[in-house]
């Protein structure tokens, strides 16, 4: 899923310094799963909003909405009779949310609440971890199911580098190196040969906007839908 | 001939190589590098130019190339894959030929982490293997990595560095291995004091051949202190300074601590001079340059060979 974390409150207070009636959009999928833009978390911004501003003479009104997914015309329709009534709306979902938004409501300023940081997997509650950068060219097949552009801190295709450190990160005892473990990995299924040979200089698929459309469907005008 | 270097004639004729290694200044002093090279003339045959070594902002390495050339030194122009992409390393490796520099030596380069910009964005368009495969590219066909057909392509003795005691040690050799299917000429190995384990990686690469194909210089370091020592052997990653070399420092007399050190890089010359595999030495005396000669003196690998 994406995970984002949210922003530093002083960040928060900064961007919303002059606005006096503000609605603050959750996001009900990854963000939510991830503690960081769910329902819950919209409530508790928004108190902590209207107490700060309060303290501060400036105060605030905020009211709180969580939708299904912001990334996703079907449910950001049943903000279209809303938000005229403020002066701002703030997101609490992923750069996408965020931009779909704005995208939606071009007269508001959107701004964002949470910073996202990535594709990771849970590892326990609260606890995240990157496993994915997108790169539209996956290698897991190769390397034993453990990616070298997320994991390993150069992201090389020919690893280990020479600052491996006892199965560690030259960046850090922490960090396990990626490419000790790849190694460790396919030695262990006996498919060595796999990296044996010399990966190419990759030809990067990610250094554009992507559009992804799926086999059998096609682009449509977004005013011909919902 | 690849690239008419000293280095690769010095290596063809079957000498034993001694090369050296020469760290830009933090700033512009031109004079600083010319004092560093004079140090380094007439004992080595090569001297390595660091690029922005341990991620520190220092003077180009290709500048600071051209500054020894000036002074009758012949560089070996680093250049590592953190800083670059490939449209700007292959521009530079154009300029750099263009210039005079013959010898490159293609590596990934230290986190950006560790050096005085740490949230700098590293590049890694190419890695250390892709680089050694685009330089040969470069100088074998013609060809810019993107196809496109180069004039008057850059002719350069390719290098690469290893490391003999990273784990996996089963994998150093497949390492090696696929450096030199990717194109390297020569490679510079990680400072060594783990003299056991570097036997035993030499022995592999001369079992499965690798050795008949590349010049394998071996990189020697002498210890200046204990505290150098010991930092070495606790915080400088892919290190392996055995216990044994310590000791070795810390029964010297007092203030005789840095001969004992040069004491150890000399008997580990001589071995190596006569080590099944190896074709030279890479001396990394940084910081130390003023030894050189000393140094160069007591393992006796003077005078170098002049070639033709
Ligand atoms: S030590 Fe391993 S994970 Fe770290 S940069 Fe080098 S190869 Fe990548």
Same mark, same amino acid.
């Given at each position: 899923?994406?995970v984002?974390q949210?922003k530093?409150?002083?960040?928060?207070?900064?961007?919303?310094?002059?606005?006096?009636?503000?609605l603050n959009?959750?996001?009900?999928?990854?963000?939510?799963?991830?503690?960081a833009?769910?329902?819950?978390?919209?409530?508790?911004l928004?108190?902590?909003?209207?107490?700060?501003?309060k303290l501060?003479?400036?105060?605030?009104e905020?009211?709180?909405?969580?939708i299904?997914?912001?990334?996703?015309r079907e449910?950001l329709?049943?903000?279209?009779a809303?938000v005229?009534?403020?002066?701002?709306?703030?997101?609490?979902?992923?750069?996408?949310?965020?931009?779909?938004?704005?995208?939606?409501?071009?007269?508001?300023?959107?701004?964002?609440?949470?910073?996202?940081?990535?594709?990771?997997?849970?590892?326990?509650?609260?606890?995240?971890?990157?496993?994915?950068r997108s790169?539209?060219?996956?290698?897991?097949?190769?390397?034993?199911?453990?990616?070298?552009?997320?994991?390993?801190?150069?992201?090389?295709?020919?690893?280990?580098?020479?600052?491996t450190?006892?199965g560690?990160?030259?960046i850090?005892?922490d960090?396990?190196?990626a490419?000790?473990?790849i190694?460790?990995?396919?030695?262990?299924?006996?498919r060595?040969?796999n990296?044996?040979?010399?990966?190419?200089?990759?030809?990067?698929?990610?250094?554009?906007?992507?559009?992804?459309?799926?086999?059998?469907?096609?682009?449509?005008?977004?005013?011909?839908?919902? | 001939m690849?690239?008419?270097?000293?280095?690769?004639?010095?290596?063809?004729?079957?000498?034993?190589?001694?090369t050296?290694?020469?760290?830009?200044?933090?700033?512009?002093?031109?004079?600083e590098?010319?004092k560093k090279?004079?140090?380094?003339?007439?004992?080595?045959?090569?001297?390595?130019?660091?690029d922005?070594?341990?991620?520190?902002?220092?003077?180009?390495?290709w500048?600071?190339?051209?500054?020894?050339?000036?002074?009758?030194?012949?560089?070996?122009?680093?250049?590592?894959?953190r800083d670059?992409?490939?449209l700007?390393?292959?521009?530079?490796?154009?300029?750099a030929?263009?210039?005079?520099?013959?010898?490159?030596?293609?590596?990934?380069?230290?986190?950006?982490?560790?050096?005085?910009?740490?949230?700098?964005k590293?590049?890694?368009?190419?890695?250390?293997?892709?680089?050694i495969?685009?330089?040969?590219?470069?100088?074998d066909?013609?060809?810019?990595?993107?196809?496109?057909?180069?004039?008057?392509p850059p002719?350069?003795?390719?290098?690469? %560095? &290893?490391?003999?005691?990273?784990?996996?040690f @089963?994998w150093?050799?497949?390492?090696?291995?696929?450096?030199?299917? $990717? #194109? /390297?000429?020569?490679?510079?190995t990680?400072?060594?004091?783990n003299?056991?384990k570097?036997?035993e990686?030499?022995k592999?690469?001369?079992d499965?051949?690798?050795?008949?194909?590349?010049y394998?210089?071996?990189?020697?370091?002498?210890?200046?202190?204990?505290?150098?020592a010991?930092?070495?052997?606790?915080?400088?990653?892919?290190?392996d300074?055995?216990?044994?070399?310590?000791?070795r420092?810390?029964g010297?007399?007092?203030g005789?601590? %840095? &001969?004992?050190g040069?004491?150890?890089?000399? @008997?580990?010359?001589?071995?190596?001079?006569?080590?099944?595999?190896? $074709? #030279? /030495?890479?001396?990394m005396?940084?910081?130390?340059?003023?030894k050189?000669?000393?140094?160069?003196?007591l393992?006796?690998?003077?005078?170098?060979?002049?070639?033709?």
């Open positions: 899923m994406i984002a949210r530093p409150f002083d960040e928060i207070m900064d961007m919303l310094k002059g606005y006096k009636k503000v959009v959750g996001c009900g999928t990854c963000v939510a799963v991830c503690l833009g769910g329902e819950k978390e919209v409530t508790v928004n108190t902590e909003l209207d107490m700060a501003r501060k003479d400036d105060p605030i905020i009211d709180g909405i969580t299904e997914r912001q990334c996703d449910y329709a049943e903000l279209d809303k005229d009534a403020y002066e701002a709306v703030v997101s609490m979902a992923c750069g996408v949310g965020v931009q779909f938004l704005a995208e939606r409501f071009p007269q508001i300023p959107v701004f964002p609440m949470v910073d996202t940081s990535g594709l990771a997997a849970n590892q326990a509650v609260g606890w995240y971890e990157e496993r994915c790169c539209n060219q996956c290698v897991l097949g190769m390397t034993g199911g453990i990616c070298p552009v997320t994991m390993c801190a150069k992201g090389l295709y020919n690893g280990p580098c020479g600052g450190n006892q560690s990160c030259e850090n005892m960090q396990p190196c490419w000790y473990m190694y460790e990995r396919l030695e262990r299924q006996g060595l040969d990296i044996l040979e010399l990966h190419k200089p990759v030809e990067w698929l990610d250094q554009t906007p992507r559009t992804l459309i799926q086999p059998g469907y096609k682009k449509i005008d977004p005013e011909d839908m919902v | 690849k690239s008419g270097s000293n280095l690769e004639k010095v290596l063809k004729a079957g000498h034993f190589a001694f050296g290694e020469l760290g830009p200044p933090r700033g512009t002093d031109a004079e590098v010319r090279a004079a140090f380094l003339k007439g004992n080595v045959d090569s001297v390595n130019i660091t922005n070594q341990t991620a520190m902002v220092r003077m180009a390495s500048a600071a190339s051209l500054l020894i050339m000036q002074e009758g030194l012949e560089p070996n122009y680093q250049m590592v894959c670059r992409n490939r700007a390393m292959q521009a530079d490796i154009l300029g030929y263009a210039l005079g520099i013959r010898n490159m030596l293609c590596l990934s380069g230290d986190h950006q982490q560790f050096g005085d910009h740490p949230s700098a590293g590049v890694f368009d190419i890695d250390s293997m892709q680089l495969y685009m330089v040969k590219k470069m100088r066909e013609s060809k810019f990595l993107g196809g496109g057909d180069i004039e008057e002719q350069m003795f390719i290098g690469a %560095a &290893a490391n003999p005691f990273a784990e996996p @089963e150093r050799v497949h390492r090696l291995a696929k450096k030199i299917n $990717a #194109g /390297v000429d020569f490679i510079q990680q400072c060594i004091y003299m056991d570097f036997r990686w030499i592999r690469a001369n499965m051949g690798l050795t008949e194909k590349v394998i210089l071996a990189g020697v370091t002498p210890m200046k202190s204990i505290g150098m010991k930092y070495m052997k606790a915080k400088v990653p892919g290190m300074v055995p216990d044994e070399i310590i000791k420092l810390q010297a007399e007092k005789k601590v %840095a &001969a004992e040069i004491k150890i890089a000399c @008997e580990q010359i001589e071995e190596f001079k006569e080590l099944q595999g190896v $074709a #030279g /030495v890479h001396l005396a940084i910081e130390w340059e003023h050189v000669p000393e140094i160069a003196e393992a006796k690998v003077l005078p170098r060979p002049v070639m033709e």
